[in-house]
């Protein structure tokens, strides 16, 4: 029984020491506006691997869609940050609640990516490459985006 108790204690270690993240916000009922500012924010959540060995810098992406990429949010966040607010431009894509973001290292020997809910942004207009807005879970036809916010 005292190996069990051990063991068990030992898992429970582990289990606090190796963490990855995910992204608290956006969430699906967040709302953006063009012009206005959206935030970013992730946390641990125990699940290889931990913030702090996913290297000096993370990028944020938004897609939209099928894994469309319709801008970069950012190029080079802190990982352990855990939040990123930046403008969102008015001519970002089409208004939509199928956009979403991708947090990922750029580590090929230890790559690593989360993803949001799909949440809505607003008060946009302009097309996404490859994204049909009248069929929004059609599959993307790039992964390209001339959209750069930082």
């Known amino acids: 029984m005292k190996l069990f108790t051990v063991l068990l204690c030992i898992c429970f270690f582990i289990s606090t020491i190796y963490a990855g993240c995910s992204i608290k916000t ?3 009922d967040t709302t953006w506006y063009g012009g206005q500012n959206g935030n970013v924010s992730w946390e641990e959540d125990n699940v290889n ?3 702090t ?5 993370c990028l944020i992406d938004l897609l939209i869609g099928n894994f469309v990429k319709a801008s970069t949010l950012a190029t080079c966040v802190k990982c352990t940050e855990t939040f990123f607010s930046c403008p969102i431009p008015t001519n ?4 939509s609640n199928a956009y979403f973001i991708k947090f990922y290292n750029n580590d090929t020997n230890n790559p690593y990516a989360a993803y949001s809910h799909t949440f809505s942004i607003q008060n946009v207009n302009g097309s996404v490459q490859g994204f049909d807005p009248n069929n929004p879970s059609q599959p993307g036809t790039t992964d390209s985006a001339s959209n750069t916010t930082q």
């Not at 060995?53 to 810098?57: I, K, L, N, T, W």
């Not at 970002?92 to 208004?95: D, E």
């Open 26 to 28: 956006p969430y699906a």
């Open 92 to 95: 970002i894509g089409p208004p």
């Open 53 to 57: 060995s996913m290297g000096d810098c």
């Open 49 to 51: 691997p931990p913030l």
